[in-house]
């Protein structure tokens, strides 16, 4: 009787295990394979883009404020400014709570606006996590990993 108990404990402490490490893969897959659209491609949104610019009189900045980024400035004047740790982001961030391609700061109109990409983490403003498109004010710290960032002027 002990030995059978034995035999299905083992075979009880396998499945969890195979059972972690498929919850692993699928994670880390989720997090590593995600399409992102940095921008429209036609002529109309090139124009409007244009036409963005010429009404943003000051460009605006965000400023890293902890990590070892910290003091590092980036000013907003293309169309897009991407976050995360992959290459092609405006500001890569070596942080392990940090997905490839985590969030988007675009303009929109005559504002600035924060999008979570579905980052595995999430974005977060004042202790909420950022669901939706989201206005950035002069003065507003957002967090993408654990790392805190300021818009200004």
């Known amino acids: 009787m002990n030995a059978l108990i034995l035999t299905l404990m083992r075979f009880g402490f396998l499945a969890l295990l195979w059972v972690f490490l498929a919850f692993i893969i699928v994670m880390l897959k989720r997090d590593l394979v995600k399409p992102v659209t940095l921008g429209a491609t036609t002529s109309n949104a090139k124009v409007a883009t244009a036409e963005r610019k010429k009404r943003a009189s000051v460009p605006g900045r ?7 980024l910290a003091g590092t400035v980036i000013t907003l004047t293309g169309p897009d400014v991407l976050f995360g740790r992959a290459a092609d982001c405006s500001l890569v961030l070596n942080d392990d709570y940090v997905s490839n391609h985590h969030c988007i700061v675009t303009r929109l109109d005559d504002m600035w606006v924060l999008r979570d990409l579905g980052s595995t983490n999430g974005t977060w403003i004042d202790r909420s996590r950022v669901a939706t498109t989201t206005p950035l004010k002069i003065g507003t710290v957002f967090k993408v990993g654990r790392l805190a960032m300021r818009v200004d002027a």
């Open 62 to 68: 965000i400023t890293v404020l902890d990590g070892a």
